[in-house]
């Protein structure tokens, strides 16, 4: 039995039949990483801890009273989320010896269903990227197209050997695909959950703003922030969302959620379903398998009965400058907390309070980070308030509102998008650009559902010329996510995405190991 293809639902039979345990399972989980180590996609294992955790959920199998579906499921969890005792890092050199001293509490909600955390993944620092290359780990490499020849040699790899996993939840979304993992969680600020989850064959989900706890997120920019979910399939994205969802009185955005169950069914229709093609995402740059998946896509829901309408979001074209002021504004305000005082790394330079500031922060960030914080300060001086982040404010509403309009005025009950541009890109493609460059060309369908606060889901649609996966985009209206997973569903079965020539070439590689 091909343990790590299986989904959560028939893993969770499986472990109930006792015909595997919950052990066995994360034994096959760690080892599966530590054969793809090159990958680079946990960088805090915690084996120990999780090998005592599907101890404990073997034990209760085997008394008949495991907690919930995902008792024994092994996960992975973002480096942005604290973890009590477990060094939390964001990937930057300022957080690199923080042991947080408090959970998350959509970790603890896991980890209360009986799931086993089995480590902490990787993220381009502090969440500020789409590639997952500005890491202090080092890059999260693609599992498609990897030269498996040549495993346990990354080093000797060149630039244009391997292709990027999308970011900034890249970590999360190799984990995933690999099968190091049965799910994770990614945070999804522009589309970091989305992104990665489309370039490397997997199924990521932004949920609804205020659906989820931001409590022990740390922060990039807090009204944008949403705690994502990466698993293989909708179903077992809808269970993970059904574990975290809720309203948690420690984040005073969150809310009751509107639906008692994110049960999807098994054979769901979407006859009747009024589906919009957003003009304005028909952009400059769009690849060509891109768009003939979701042309062909749409042709799928007209023929199953759904109508399928176009409709405009104008104020798309704003949204990218938008975002950029907004995310900078807000990066400046929570990266101000971090000055080698109370927490952080602290430099060895002491001629002043104000030099060791000055070298501290300099020290603790990036190149990337740095310059955020420089942008959102420059925003908010008082001659460019008004002209830049009040304006930037102004402009998100409109975003908001063309979405509201569409789905209340028109009747739309989904969007269909793609959720980027093209397949991945080799590290040296990628890196020849700058992040903010790569951000604004590879965030521009998913970072406007962010300013909007409603959800969306990034579903593996196909393969691009190169054999590296793209992804379709559905969006729906705020708290309308069992809909959205439901769509999901429907079109997940529909695509067939070829993920068996990923699987099959790593249970391949584990025979031969």
Request: overall charge negative.
């Amino acid at each position: 039995m091909k343990m790590l293809q299986l989904s959560i639902r028939k893993l969770a039979s499986e472990l109930r039949s006792g015909k595997i345990s919950a052990s066995e399972l994360c034994r096959k989980c760690r080892d599966r990483t530590e054969l793809l180590q090159d990958f680079n996609a946990l960088v805090t294992p915690t084996f120990t801890l999780a090998a005592e955790n599907a101890a404990e959920s073997s034990a209760r199998f085997e008394a008949g009273g495991a907690r919930h579906i995902l008792d024994g499921i092994p996960f992975g969890v973002k480096d942005n989320f604290n973890t009590a005792g477990i060094r939390t890092t964001c990937a930057s050199k300022m957080l690199g010896k923080y042991f947080p001293p408090y959970t998350a509490t959509v970790v603890n909600k896991l980890q209360q269903c009986g799931a086993v955390l089995l480590g902490k993944t990787n993220l381009d620092e502090f969440a500020m990227g789409v590639g997952c290359i500005d890491s202090i780990f080092g890059p999260a490499r693609n599992p498609w197209k990897y030269p498996y020849k040549r495993l346990s040699q990354a080093e000797d790899l060149k630039k244009s050997d391997w292709y990027v996993s999308g970011g900034s939840s890249g970590g999360s979304a190799v984990a995933v695909a690999t099968g190091m993992v049965l799910g994770a969680l990614g945070s999804d600020t522009g589309g970091s959950t989305r992104v990665p989850a489309s370039m490397c064959g997997v199924v990521g989900l932004k949920p609804t703003y205020g659906l989820c706890s931001r409590h022990g997120l740390i922060p990039l920019v807090n009204s944008l922030d949403v705690p994502g979910v990466m698993a293989r399939t909708v179903d077992d994205a809808a269970i993970i969302l059904g574990a975290i969802a809720g309203e948690d009185p420690l984040d005073s955005t969150t809310v009751p959620s509107p639906q008692d169950s994110f049960e999807l069914p098994e054979e769901p229709s979407v006859k009747g379903l009024r589906v919009g093609i957003p003009q304005e995402y028909h952009s400059p740059g769009l690849q060509g398998e891109v768009l003939q998946s979701w042309s062909k896509a749409a042709d799928m829901f007209e023929n199953a009965g759904a109508e399928v309408v176009s409709v405009s979001l104008p104020h798309t074209q704003y949204s990218l400058a938008c975002y950029s002021v907004l995310c900078a504004v807000e990066v400046a305000s929570n990266m101000a907390r971090y000055d080698g005082i109370e927490y952080g790394h602290r430099s060895s330079t002491d001629s002043s309070t104000e030099a060791l500031y000055a070298a501290s922060r300099h020290e603790g960030f990036n190149e990337v980070v740095r310059g955020r914080i420089f942008a959102g300060n420059f925003f908010t001086l008082r001659r460019n308030y008004e002209k830049f982040f009040e304006h930037a404010q102004e402009i998100r509403r409109l975003v908001h509102d063309d979405f509201d309009r569409v789905f209340t005025e028109q009747g739309v009950d989904i969007l269909l998008t793609p959720t980027t541009t093209s397949e991945s890109l080799t590290f040296e493609e990628f890196s020849s650009a700058d992040n903010r460059t790569q951000c604004e060309r590879i965030d521009v369908y998913t970072q406007p559902a962010n300013l909007a606060g409603v959800p969306a889901v990034s579903i593996p649609s196909g393969l691009g010329k190169n054999g590296l996966p793209i992804g379709l985009q559905l969006i729906a209206p705020c708290f309308h996510d069992r809909q959205l997973l439901t769509v999901g569903r429907w079109l997940e079965q529909r695509l067939n995405f070829p993920a068996s020539r990923l699987h099959d070439q790593l249970e391949s590689l584990v025979a031969d190991s």
